[in-house]
């Protein structure tokens, strides 16, 4: 059972342009979203998050935003850089506090290519 | 600080060998995080630990499968007669309690089972 899923495998972008990628969730529990980078012979590198008190968070060129009832979150990324090139992944966790504390259930990633 | 490491980065063994992996987390995070990835999928949560005590572990660590984090500092996993399906990338992530959902990864272990 998918919990989280990212259903394009791979996107292609000019650089300068934006890069949307986009990841669906079905556990209504989860109320922590975040986005994470990897590049290859490297672990995933934490990018950005947000709560689902809010629908949007913004840190530079990267903005992810949630709607809590379409179960969808995505990531915006202007402009895209070359290096902006790897493969990204959505995360979610479910209940602050308890044993599931922390704990990252992933989708299955998206190949950003920018193209210079 | 140095980030999370993880030895060794690759391994290959034989159907029905023991292997074991180590992670060194973040000096100063006290909670450790192993996951498992496949090709073409994102990790998969294994265990983790808060401190030295093991808190939660997926269905996907069956009996062969052993974490510890003695003193609650560097982790190991060991799988007991390995199988082919158990090839994949071992992640290993630490946080700390207040942020403990950004976690930081090391740069896994590729296990070969042939």
């Known amino acids: 059972d998918q919990q989280v899923k990212q259903n394009s495998p791979s996107l292609s972008v000019q650089e300068g342009r934006i890069s949307i990628l986009n990841c669906d969730y079905t556990n209504s529990m989860f109320d922590y979203f975040l986005w994470y980078k990897k590049y290859p012979a490297e672990g995933p590198t934490f990018l950005i998050s947000?709560?689902?008190?809010?629908d949007k968070n913004e840190d530079g060129r990267f903005t992810v935003f949630l709607n809590k009832s379409a179960k969808h979150l995505s990531l915006h990324i202007v402009p895209s850089q070359p290096g902006d090139s790897a493969v990204y992944f959505c995360?979610?966790?479910?209940?602050?506090?308890?044993?599931?504390?922390?704990?990252?259930?992933f989708g299955q990633g998206t190949i950003l290519t920018v193209h210079p | 600080d140095t980030g999370v490491s993880q030895n060794p980065r690759h391994k290959i063994t034989k159907r029905g060998q023991n292997v074991t992996f180590r992670c060194d987390p973040i000096s100063e995070h006290n909670r450790l995080y192993w996951y498992r990835q496949t090709l073409g999928q994102g990790p998969e949560f294994l265990t983790y630990f808060q401190n030295e005590a093991q808190l939660e572990k997926s269905r996907l660590l069956s009996d062969r499968f052993s974490a510890e984090r003695p003193k609650g500092s560097f982790s190991t996993l060991e799988i007991q007669r390995t199988e082919q399906g158990d090839s994949a990338m071992y992640l290993c992530?630490?946080?700390?309690?207040?942020?403990?959902?950004?976690?930081?990864f090391g740069p896994g272990t590729r296990l070969t089972v042939t």
């Open positions: 947000i709560s689902s008190i809010k």
């Open positions: 995360a979610a966790s479910a209940g602050a506090g308890g044993t599931s504390y922390g704990k990252l259930t």
């Open positions: 992530a630490s946080s700390s309690i207040g942020t403990s959902y950004e976690q930081y």
